[in-house]
């Protein structure tokens, strides 16, 4: 057995997004892409004699190809040890958290995300770093310039290593280590809540269904909710991990998960709903006939947190990507602790978390975490709120509408036009972007523009700067609109609009969500002249 060093072309401008790499599983299949990314990330760590690394991925369709590959080449850079998955899954969370607990030097984690799996799905790659989280913008870019740089890889060519036992195996020098998946996900979780009163709960016949979505989450849920926690068996749906996931979209919100929306309306209704998505960092939340948004959720882990033993101390600071609805304020003000408004996306926390600044943070997509991991964490989320209801003996309902009661309600929703025309996304971004500075003061149908600006985030740690971050215009009493194009959508662009408004007013807070924002909906679109500008009457997506 040899390494072996074969010449491969550099990417022609494949810059990689904030999530790292993501493509469609024909281009990886191409000869040498996926070499190409890895000898990128190899080179740009350098020397890595004596070197841990994790690996791991949500087992989607060409997740084993990509584990060998990579295995096969780590070895040939000299790396000292791989620490992978068994069967080459590892969930996000779990990846960040073997990181840390393992010390590692940083890891490799498969997974599109949300994006659809199987041979004519997503796949992708990125890099994290010893801290548990993803690469920042420095490393990332020095891989993206290898990438453009690359004239051959090295790779062993040594048989397939053999993932299917928890052992330890070489491969040239490098020791394989197969790892459970779960075993140290499921002991960091213990820590951090009262599994005790959760198994109590459970026991005493409180109900609950966890939609795995066919993706990686399912054997973390069956093990720690089924296994550690007593919950009865077929607590956890859909929970087998498919290459495919049965061909749904490993997306957890109220239109991807409609089978968990529909089960938590019917007449016998378990007590509680959760799903996650394709990697297991997303989580969504549902009591009897409600789904609790995001922005909520965190804002009422971070009131009851200190139900939950990892958290008993009280928590540091929150932080929220800026289009989250700003529920979490209220509750740090009252809390007398700091909330921080990052940018859109989950690197963003990182240096907070790091620098001792925030405990929780969360994103309006269906992301909650703390700095237990450096990644959100889906079925940490479903375990918070597990252990407030053990905690508090309330229902979701109950927890949600006193919290709103004593902190008011953030109406909210986020709308989505997907694959529009880029042209004509950009230009709508343009014409808004020229709007603002003339937007303060007006009166807009009912409201008054108190600001307007396009978003300019400065690190507090780093005094890296952000800008451009999405343009929002915020009212005088509080409630706002916020455009910005996706950055992770791969047709076209996507439009998200995302729309709150505050109502202090428990009378006023049975509203219909789409009905209390239909105002705020109105001037967004004359504002932006969405409709015209992309010939699209309505979002494809309301969440
Ligand atoms: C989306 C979400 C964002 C999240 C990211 C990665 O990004 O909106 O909150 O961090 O996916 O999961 P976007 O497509 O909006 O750029
Ligand atoms: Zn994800």
């Not at 299917?164 to 070489?170: A, P």
Request: charged letters at 20%; proline letters at 5%.
């Amino acid at each position: 057995m040899t390494i072996q060093t074969v010449a491969t072309k550099p990417f022609a401008g494949q810059r990689p997004g904030t999530s790292g790499l993501r493509k469609k599983v024909t281009e990886f299949q191409q000869p040498g892409y996926l070499e190409n990314f890895v000898e990128a990330i190899f080179q740009t760590l350098g020397n890595l004699s004596g070197r841990t690394l994790v690996l791991g991925g949500d087992g989607r369709f060409f997740n084993r190809n990509a584990i060998q590959t990579i295995l096969h080449m780590a070895a040939a850079h000299g790396v000292a040890r791989m620490l992978v998955g068994r069967g080459g899954i590892l969930s996000t969370p779990a990846v960040s958290c073997v990181i840390r607990k393992r010390a590692a030097f940083g890891g490799i984690v498969l997974s599109a995300s949300h994006n659809p799996g199987g041979p004519d799905g997503d796949f992708g790659i990125k890099y994290n770093i010893e801290n548990g989280g993803p690469a920042p913008e420095k490393i990332t870019e020095a891989i993206f310039a290898n990438t453009q740089a690359i004239s051959s890889y090295r790779i062993s060519d040594a048989p397939a290593v053999d993932l299917d036992d928890v052992k330890i195996t070489t491969l040239e020098a490098m020791q394989v280590e197969v790892i459970d998946p779960v075993a140290d996900y499921a002991e960091l979780m213990g820590r951090l809540f009262d599994f005790d009163a959760i198994r109590a709960l459970f026991a005493r016949g409180f109900t609950m269904k966890f939609d795995g979505m066919s993706a990686v989450s399912g054997p973390y849920a069956r093990a720690i909710l089924e296994g550690m926690l007593g919950a009865p068996a077929g607590t956890v749906i859909n929970g087998e991990p498919l290459e495919d996931f049965g061909g749904h979209h490993p997306d957890p919100n109220p239109v991807n998960a409609a089978e968990l929306i529909a089960l938590m309306s019917a007449p016998g209704a378990p007590d509680f709903g959760a799903a996650s998505d394709g990697d297991a960092d997303r989580n969504m939340i549902v009591g009897r006939s409600i789904a609790v948004t995001p922005s909520d959720s965190l804002a009422i882990i971070a009131a009851n947190a200190r139900v939950a033993p990892g958290y008993a101390a009280g928590i540091k600071g929150i932080a929220r990507s800026m289009p989250t609805s700003r529920a979490a304020d209220r509750v740090a003000e009252a809390l007398g602790i700091d909330c921080f408004e990052t940018p859109t996306g989950w690197k963003y926390f990182g240096n907070l978390m790091d620098a001792g600044l925030v405990t929780l943070c969360g994103e309006e997509s269906y992301g909650t975490g703390s700095d237990h991991v450096r990644e959100k964490d889906g079925l940490w989320a479903v375990l918070f709120w597990l252990n407030m209801l053990a905690s508090t003996g309330k229902s979701v309902e109950q927890l949600v509408g006193e919290h709103w009661a004593r902190f008011g309600r953030n109406y909210y929703s986020r709308h989505d036009y997907e694959a529009v025309d880029a042209t004509a996304a950009d230009a709508m971004m343009a014409a808004l972007r020229e709007k603002l500075p003339n937007l303060a003061g007006q009166a807009l149908g009912g409201f008054r523009v108190a600001q307007a600006d396009d978003f300019v985030y400065t690190d507090p740690v780093d005094k890296s700067i952000a800008s451009r971050q999405g343009v929002r215009i915020i009212m005088t009493d509080g409630s706002r609109i916020v455009f910005r194009l996706s950055g992770t959508g791969t047709e076209g662009a996507t439009i998200r609009v995302y729309l709150e408004r505050y109502e202090a007013d428990p009378s006023r807070h049975a509203l219909d969500t789409q009905q209390a924002l239909s105002g705020l909906v109105a001037i967004a679109d004359g504002v932006s002249e969405l409709h015209q500008r992309t010939g699209r009457q309505a979002p494809s997506v309301i969440t």
